[in-house]
């Protein structure tokens, strides 16, 4: 690491002007990849986070790692995504970073089987071969305790979960040992165009950038505003759960067709519940609220494909607050005046894309062609219609 | 989705709680109670209608002074669910509760939150080998069972250790020794307050008349600076050392600490209701006005949850709360009110003494061993949490994420404090500053069928 450090000074020092910094706003998965993979080609880098690095959904969210069940128009992003994961212990310098397994979102019944048809035929249409049919004869045998009752599933294999800390915080380690600089806390109160370049007005003081890169996730809508970009996205709290520690049983992680779950088993023998169950989010205050009725409706779906979990404790549950836009596809693009780039607006899913963004992003930033067509996240694609 | 509505709705069903429930019906007003253990009394009074048959007089008047409060909430009327575990309230002051494998949402006008107190951690060297208990648990098997073990040592300080070593006594066990860790320097910062404390004759008689009831029969040792507590699977025996620094082993299979109880903010964190640092006090408490009322309007706290104030002052604080909710139902008793006020006045006047006096030397609030467990439930120690402190971590909750303290089933409860003081000496912020852990519900153990149960029923 060292070495690249050393060559990314001599290049600065040999340039005439000294570059003003890209400005990264929002330190979670997306803010830090893009970072990491600015820094690794060079770029000097700050970010800011009104909070803290992986404080929100990046920090709290399932950490499903899955081609599995995405938008068509995201597959390509996600497979770019996928090659990251797979040396994400060397790209980032840790160990176990991935577990590989496979994830499967099994049918319950018959509109589960239906839904898992057509979806299959529409993938293979656009030439994507990763998700397959399983029988319930294969899926029983690999998962023994699955519920007698299921009639099949739609299964990726090497799809899996990581630690969304973790792998957040390591492309933040990472970004920082490339030379990347972070400041946290600190909020951003306005970004204007001066003259040339960009100035960045903080609680803490103005920076000048030529490029801002808008990571800010749900409160992504407010930093595009300030640039003059109208991007809406909706603040939402998916709620999680994690249980007591259970004998291993399970290498794999569950999701149901048509319906909202995703569970998985970690090393330590606990089962995190998810799946998109809406708690209630306050941006503004930080805070999200659980709601009961919507952590016992997942639950129940967890009930229905492993029905031996009954007495199974909840240790805790929690939601993290993370922007939604109205099609659940990201922003992913540069904005309407030259030097802003946003990324934000996951909708959820946007943790296993988290190191293809970073490329992309840096791509934007250093005006290269991204590897995957960027175009179904365009910033502009709502103003447009109206 | 509620299934039942209550004008009031009282959790725990201690003094205070039991006390808020008299008022409130007798009022007229449509009062739930609920708690989780299988009879009322708190842990101050519990299992108290029970040993009243047999009347054991190992446990003292203290404890059978209770005896009217439970038969007169007996007797009261209130809705009471026994068993039954509060997990979250919502803002809409929707209650989710659990009860016999069933979960439920019922919802109140008014809630009185009174879930008491719990025991502030003591972790010396060895805190958590089996065999080491606290006070408190001490003190239950005893009411609830009858049980105890003979040769036990008694580390630690405040009234609630020297009750149980005197309830020990009385019922005929053997005590091997007391080991009183309050200092010099905390008898001379509460000097000051003996004045104010005498308004509580009856208390500081009751406190003399243990001591000297206690000391004829086992060994009080006072100022002790340092404990070790030593064994490999389980307790053998401890080391202490004297404030004219001789260090003393001595054999034990069972030893109890207490250091002191602390509100049980679980409940009113996790509702989102604000809090304060009592610096003085040196725990978390919620803000709440001289009625109980917190930082929700609809929402009282009342008893040791708002503020350690023991048990008398506990029923008062509920009554006060009560006939504050009753108030707001049209019937203003304000005579009462003000009497009430000026009794919890009255009863927290030895709080300053004993608050000063009771608050452990730091040496007693946060291991001094690096390999010392803080966290229990995910086996964290001393050195982890300093490693976590090394790489970046400035606050409890990014802790958590750091090094898993805080992350286990009793939810923060046992380490919270701790890991508090820890970050605080580390960036040299004040406690206040550093804050507490996020608390999220489910504030009870809740099981996944129990949860779904608000659904249905769970698959088979």
Sequence with gaps: MATINDATVSVRRNTAAPTRPVVIIGAGIQGCATAFFLSQRGQSVIVLDKDHVGRHASGVNAGGVRRLGRDINEIPLSLVAMDWWHQINQLLDIEDGFHQQFYVKVALDDAGANLAGSRIQQLEKAGFKHEKWVEPEQLHRRIPHLTKSIIGGVLVEGDGWALPWRITRAFYEQAVKLGAEFRTPVSVQSVDYVGDHWQVTTNVGKLEADNVVNCAGAWGAQIAKMVGDDMPVEAHAPMLVVTDRQPLFLDAVIGVMGGTLSLKQLDNGSMVIGGGMRGVADPDQNKTQLTPVGLSKFVMTAGRVFSHLRDVSILRAWAGIEGYTADNLPFIGRGSQPGIIHGFGFSAHGFQLGPGVGEVLADLVMARQPRVDISPFAPQRFSKLS | ?460
């Design chain 2, 1 to 460: 989705m509620t299934d039942q509505h209550f004008q009031v709705a009282i959790i725990g069903a201690g003094p205070a709680g039991m006390a808020a429930a008299c008022t409130t019906t007798k009022a007229g007003l449509h009062t739930i109670v609920i708690d989780d253990q299988k009879d009322s009394g708190g842990q101050v009074y519990r299992n108290l209608r029970a040993n009243h048959s047999l009347s054991p007089t190992y446990l003292g008047d203290s404890y059978y002074a209770g005896t009217k409060l439970s038969n007169d909430f007996a007797a009261c009327g209130a809705n009471y669910w026994t068993d039954c575990a509060v997990w979250q309230i919502t803002s809409s002051h929707e209650i989710a509760l659990v009860s016999r494998g069933e979960a439920k949402l019922i919802t109140a006008d008014y809630i009185i939150i009174a879930t008491g107190a719990i025991e502030r951690a003591m972790p010396v060297k060895g805190w958590t080998l089996p065999g080491v208990m606290s006070v408190g648990g001490a003190q239950t098997l005893l009411k609830q069972a009858a049980l105890g073990a003979d040769d036990a040592v008694f580390v630690g300080s405040g009234p609630l250790l020297y009750l149980t070593v005197w309830q020990y006594i009385k019922a005929g066990l053997s005590v091997r020794a007391v080991l009183d860790t309050t200092g010099r320097s905390q008898w001379l910062s509460a000097l000051p307050f003996a004045p104010l404390a005498f308004l509580q004759p009856d208390m500081l008689a009751m406190g003399q008349k243990w001591l000297r009831e206690i000391r004829q029969k086992v060994d009080v040792i006072t100022n002790v600076e340092e404990v070790e507590i030593a064994g490999r699977s389980q307790v053998e025996g401890l080391s202490y050392t004297t404030s004219s620094g001789e260090r003393i082993d001595l054999p034990a299979k069972h030893v109890f600490l207490h250091q002191g109880v602390i509100p049980n903010i679980n409940l009113s964190m996790a509702t989102g209701l604000e809090h304060r640092w009592d610096q003085k006090a040196h725990y978390w408490a919620p803000v709440t006005d001289a009625t109980g009322k917190s930082s929700d309007e609809q929402i009282y706290i009342a008893g040791d949850g708002s503020g350690v104030g023991g048990a008398k002052a506990a029923a008062i604080t509920g009554q006060l709360s009560a006939s504050a909710i009753v108030a707001r139902h049209g019937k203003p008793r304000l005579m009462a009110q003000l009497y009430y006020k000026l009794r919890h006045l009255h009863f927290l006047s030895i709080r300053p003494f004993l608050d000063r006096l009771y608050l452990p030397e730091v040496q007693f609030r946060i291991p001094q061993n690096d390999e010392t467990i803080i966290c229990r439930c995910e086996a964290v120690t001393k050195a982890d949490i300093n490693g976590a402190l090394g790489s970046g971590a400035t606050g409890p909750n990014q802790l958590k994420a750091f090094s898993r303290a805080g992350m286990g089933r009793c939810q923060g409860r046992t380490c919270g404090l701790m890991v508090q003081e820890m970050i605080a000496d580390h960036t040299g912020q004040s406690m206040a500053a550093i804050g507490y852990y996020r608390i999220r519900p489910p504030v009870k153990p809740i099981t996944l069928a129990e949860l779904a149960s608000l659904e249905g029923a769970w698959p088979q």
